[in-house]
């Protein structure tokens, strides 16, 4: 037969009073009986301490398992919950507790009313004392896990008239009942483990708290072993380890702030900062797990380990350049892919700045800085300041809204990537002599328009404008060499000293003689001022580079028979004195052989290609440019002689091609080069960005100008603006390498 269960009660009434943070509690404990009672005395200590903020309260009965708490207005589960948690803890029931609480002006948080309510009932307990108790079933009743000491034992009749038995003087001999218990507990992701050391072997109650509210117990049989709390819900937790029941002298080993996380936390970027050849990453994840972060572009993967709070931060080495995606994931779940869109722009190592000063006349002035793009430019004088960024040719313009006075200083500091600054002061003369900044491919203002006006004066082949084109450059190297200067194309302060003064010889003045340039040449500065010439009369439709190869053979045979010259397809200096003169003969149409006959027969040949280009530019070819004269090509050609009145044998003739290279060609009928569209009309030029630049981009890969345009990226440059100009030579329209209404209502094949 199993002995009768036994627990513990109040000895006596029991009171308690500390203050925490102004507030003041006073705990009452009382056994009780009956739910009448604990009621009773509830009703008790509201009316005594009626003028308090709070009277909180719990009873417990051991007859029907009977347990009630209240919060009387405290918030939920910060003062019953807790007070009941101790006479659970200690075993103690037939006990009622009241705690009292004056507020005193400062809140104590959650955490705070849990420990202070949890302590008053603990001190009003321990003033009260306990005794174990047990029913005599059967003639006995046992008491169990008693420490060691002298007690005395009351035995109570149901029938109280009949009276109590004490016996005094009971020994009991030391158990080595242990003295504390140690508990670790790890919190992770949806679980808690509780490891348990105990002295003695006694049974331990494993408690789980949030909130102060006993959410899970588990009980260690012996005082050694692990429990494991399971599928918890992400939050804090605290755990409690006690003997059950408590043991006299041993308190409650207690874990708190237990973060237990989710199991699938995802991955979130919460920035992307770009800096000097790299790209900052920082965000949230799934704490000490790893993250893989790639970019598009330079897609590899840069492995980094998420800190125990679950943040991470990554720096990512990175080329200058634009990226577009960020990526992160975690390093063993590919489906937890996140993506940033944007636009990154990553600066190579930053561009030691240089200025050029334009307007210095009138006294005003125009600064031009000249670095990275991207780079943050601050300007200061003594009573101007501005800051911009440079665009994506690494320019900055800065117009000053005063006049300033002869030999002005201002000093112009550089902030870029990783924070470095850059400062440079320069001396600045307005309304007298003039400062002479370096001008070069790509300046703009007054001075370039000053440069190309006077070199126009004297004579060279350049029209005044403020922007400083390759026929700039190529005008300033004849200049240069007329004038014994070194012809690098960039017009310094000894080049525009020259220029400006009396002694400056003029184009008609130079006599000047040139050496022979022939195909397999390179290198040679005079070559870029050939092509670029040869590319403004429009006899070179391909890039400057400086190197003399088939195609720029063809433009100078082409630039010879034109002009009356014998055509060797040699440079020489008779045919250099008039490409650059006055008198040069534009070109007509395309003819760098006289106008070869092509036809199938020829099949490849690299005059093919420019016939392709000016039919497909009139509607005729609707293939591509690809220098094979096929079943396409003799189509065209058959369509455009018989739209224009010529013979129609499919063969491309001098005739078909003389009357194809003009003005007068008839374009095809309802001829588009483009599907039409719905887009609206937007001006494009140098410098753009978007989908209309990607559309004329992408028109004039149709229109048989990839060779210009590589792929339809959005940004308007070099390449698209070369394409522009050799489509609008190519179809008659005014070459300024400007897509404007009539070049795009030509490309499109529509009306804006």
């Not at 058959?638 to 374009?667: E, H, I, M, W």
Request: with cysteine.
């Amino acid at each position: 037969m199993s002995a009768p269960q036994s627990y513990y009660v109040p000895v006596d009434a029991g009171e308690a009073e500390f203050t925490e943070k102004r507030s003041r509690f006073l705990g009452h404990v009382r056994r009780v009986e009956t739910e009448a009672e604990a009621r009773a005395f509830l009703d008790e200590m509201r009316k005594k301490y009626y003028d308090a903020r709070h009277n909180c309260w719990c009873y417990v009965l051991h007859e029907g398992g009977v347990v009630r708490y209240g919060d009387d207005g405290e918030p939920q589960g910060t003062a019953g919950q807790p007070m009941l948690n101790v006479f659970q803890r200690e075993g103690v029931e037939n006990v009622v507790c009241v705690v009292t609480r004056y507020f005193g002006g400062v809140l104590l948080g959650a955490g705070g009313l849990t420990r202070a309510y949890a302590k008053s009932a603990k001190d009003a307990l321990d003033a009260a004392g306990k005794a174990q108790t047990a029913k005599i079933v059967g003639g006995q009743a046992t008491f169990t896990e008693l420490a060691a000491g002298t007690y005395t034992l009351v035995i109570a009749y149901a029938d109280s008239s009949a009276g109590n038995k004490t016996i005094t003087g009971l020994t009991v001999e030391n158990k080595a009942v242990a003295q504390a218990i140690t508990a670790t507990a790890a919190a992770g992701v949806k679980r808690i483990d509780v490891d348990v050391t105990a002295a003695s072997p006694l049974n331990v109650a494993v408690s789980l708290l949030q909130n102060g509210q006993i959410r899970d117990t588990r009980a260690i049989a012996a005082g050694v072993g692990r429990v494991s709390f399971e599928n918890l819900a992400a939050g804090t937790y605290t755990v409690s380890v006690d003997y059950a029941p408590s043991q006299a002298g041993v308190s409650a080993t207690v874990v708190e702030n237990l973060n237990v996380t989710e199991q699938n936390v995802n991955i979130a970027i919460a920035g992307v900062t770009p800096g000097e050849n790299k790209l900052t990453v920082s965000g949230t994840a799934k704490p000490n797990e790893r993250i893989a972060i790639s970019t598009v572009p330079d897609g590899g993967n840069t492995i980094v380990n998420v800190d125990a709070n679950g943040k991470f931060s990554a720096e990512l080495a990175r080329t200058a350049g634009t990226y577009t995606e960020v990526s992160a994931q975690y390093v063993s779940d590919a489906a937890s892919r996140v993506t940033l869109k944007g636009t990154f722009v990553v600066t190579g190592t930053v561009t030691k700045p240089g200025l050029e000063v334009d307007d210095l006349y009138n006294n005003s002035l125009t600064v031009v800085a000249k670095t990275t793009a991207g780079v943050t430019v601050y300007l200061k004088t003594g009573d101007y300041e501005q800051t911009l960024v440079a665009d994506n040719r690494g320019i900055v313009r800065f117009t000053l809204p005063h006049t300033y006075a002869q030999g002005t200083r201002f000093t112009l500091t550089v902030y870029y990537g990783a924070g470095n600054t850059l400062s440079y002061t320069v001396d600045v003369t307005v309304g007298g002599t003039p400062y002479y900044t370096l001008l070069k491919r790509g300046s703009r203002g007054d001075g370039v328009y000053a440069l190309t006006s006077r070199l126009s004066e004297m004579g060279y082949p350049v029209s005044p404008t403020d922007y400083y084109s390759d026929s700039v450059a190529a005008a300033v190297r004849l200049f240069q060499s007329a004038n014994g200067l070194s012809a690098d194309g960039m017009a310094g302060k000894l080049t525009q000293e020259k220029l400006y003064s009396v002694s400056a010889i003029g184009y008609s003045e130079s006599g000047q003689t040139y050496p022979t340039l022939v195909r397999g040449d390179r290198g040679m500065a005079l070559l870029y001022t050939l092509q670029q010439r040869l590319k403004d009369l429009g006899y070179y439709t391909i890039r400057v580079d400086g190197i003399f190869g088939s195609g720029t053979q063809r433009a100078v045979r082409w630039f010879q028979s034109v002009n009356g010259l014998a055509v060797t397809g040699k440079a020489d200096s008779a045919t250099q004195q008039l490409l650059y003169s006055s008198q040069a003969k534009a070109a007509s149409g395309y003819s760098p052989d006289s106008y070869d006959t092509l036809s199938r027969s020829n099949r490849y040949n690299a005059n093919v290609v420019p016939l392709q280009r000016r039919l497909k530019a009139l509607g005729y070819l609707s293939g591509s440019v690809d220098g094979y004269f096929g079943s396409n090509t003799y189509r065209a050609v058959r369509s455009f002689q018989s739209r224009n009145g010529l013979a129609v044998t499919g063969v491309a003739d001098p005739g078909t091609q003389q009357l194809l290279y003009s003005s007068s060609a008839r374009p095809a009928s309802g001829s588009s080069s483009s599907s039409s569209s719905s887009t609206g009309y937007r001006l494009l030029y140098w410098g753009c960005k978007g989908d209309a630049v990607k559309r004329l981009q992408q028109a004039l890969i149709d229109a048989g100008y990839k060779s210009y345009v590589r792929s339809a990226d959005g940004i308007y440059g070099q390449w698209t603006y070369d394409a522009v100009r050799a489509y609008q030579k190519d179809v008659g329209l005014s070459v300024d390498g400007i897509a404007g209404r009539n070049t795009q209502n030509k490309l499109y094949g529509t009306k804006y």
